[in-house]
């Protein structure tokens, strides 16, 4: 699936790489963008497939580019959204996912885009409106101490499915990644919500986020 | 007039002398004399007025005598060049407290101390009469009428009259030489008002250090995110394309293309944590709250959070107290074998309060523990508190209070 992709990356190697990368799986970069404030005229100028950003940019060079793309979820409800990172830190996936748009939205780590084969997965995934968390992101929280850890309640095989749920994963692709059927996942994902005290068990956005605060808390 | 005249024989012509260019050339001898004398005073003066300098620094090298833990030295240090130096010198009190304390020492000190130490020689000579008359000296004091001569007369008139007389002496001595040392000290020390000028700047320039160490962890934390960070992330794109270029079934080139991408991994995570550790982007994005919630979420002992500021204190404040509570978690961590570990804080009349309180086996010392030393300086230097309380047995409670708003 070719995809029209707008990048946005201060460093100039790096959106130059990022480029080359995309174009390599048959993907067009109408725009590459240097910092924050281009990036919505040039998403409102050639109305890309999804975007492609870097959190850290100017003029800030806070957090600028990660709030460019909460900002552009606001404003274009089906743009599907990916955003690169150096920091595994939860509070900024939990800011991107916050708003909830119609369009597909991803956390990963710049380290990512090292697995050529899985980040191009990534952006296809988005692209098609998933929602992608960075694996180490949600190792990071299922693997947090607690006094009284909840997850303690889980089997070993539930615990994998919340984390490819955390993920982002559709039930089909954890299905397909554990070699189980789907009915024995719908099984696993209806024992962990019940176990969790979790609610609405329906697929996409809403599950993940839904995974992810419960993480958080 | 003839140019071989010289002034007597021409006063004893007085109408001659009058109309001869003589008194023009007195006159002009005695005006130019205090000009000459002025322009000489000026040239000596500075010299004469810096002599206090030597004399100052000796003074309070012999002051040890009396004062062994030394006498503080009252200059400031001046910038490089003569012209800077004598002018500083010029406009400080302590250069003209230390010529009044040379005059001083030229005139009045020498006689008074001379004279004193007189009295004790007179006392000890008299102290050593037994022994003159033995002598047989022709050794003899004469008392009112009576006069001292013989060996028992001498030793009773030295131990009764002589040895009190001679011990009060000395104890005036003493007296006489502490009072000298304070006139000394008085003239010699810096005054209160210096210190006080010192401790200002030396304050000023412990903010100055604080904010430049600031500032170069933050360019450090960014030279890093924008070079090695991207570089690495660039060469495992590289390396993951090469991989897939080789395609799965490339053998040995393929192994060794699967080993650097694995190793470029490695200096990635590598990197992230020391960028971590140098200053948390989180910190900065999102505040103290979050950056404390992300240590939580990497730290291996469950950790209670109850943290409610509100807004954000001000990025000096923040930053110290991040370091502060990821000390203590470390600390707690590392030595204290701690199982759960709570963090509060709050705003409370303008300062920002955190505490720390781990269930560990205690023990921890400020004093010896140089990490949470150096934090406790750290939030001296924005006039903050650090406490440490850790009983043997514990629990270990870190609490540390800082002014919300700084700089």
Redesign the interface.
Known sequence: MALRIVVAED?V??RA?LVG?LE?FGHTVPAAVGDAVALPAAVAEHGPDLVLTDV?MPPG???DGLRAAVALRDAHPGLAVLVLS???????AA?LLGPAGRGGVGYLL??R?????E?ADAVVRVAAGETVIDPDVVR??LT????VDPLDALTPREREVLTLMAEGRANASIARELVVGDAAVAKHIGNIFAKLGLTGGEDGHRRVLAVLSYL?R | MSSEATLWPTMAHPPRFLRSAWPWRCLAYLVTTPLFALAGWLAVLPTFVLVGLPVGRWERWRLRLIHPAGVTDPHNVPEPGRRVWLRTRLREGATWRELGYALCLLTVLPALDLLALAVLGVCLVLLAMPLLVVAGDNAELRLGEHLVDTFGEATAFSLLAMLPLTTLTVYGLCVLAGAQAAFARSLLEPTRAELDRRVRDLAHSRDRLVAAFEAERRRIERDLHDGAQQQLALLSMSLGLAARELGPDSGRAGELVADAHRQARLAQSGVRELVRGIHPQLLTDHGLAAAVEELAERCPIPMELDIRLGERPSAPVESTAYFVVSEAVGNAVRHAAAGRITVSGERRAGSLVLTVVDDGRGGADLARGSGLQGLSDRAAVLDGRLAVLSPVGGPTSVRVELPWLCG
């Open positions: 460093s190697l790096m790489g990368l390599a850290r060079n806070t957090d150096q920091h595994a830190a939860t509070a900024y800011e710049k380290d885009i090292g697995e050529v084969s980040f990071q929280l947090r101490q607690r006094v958080r």
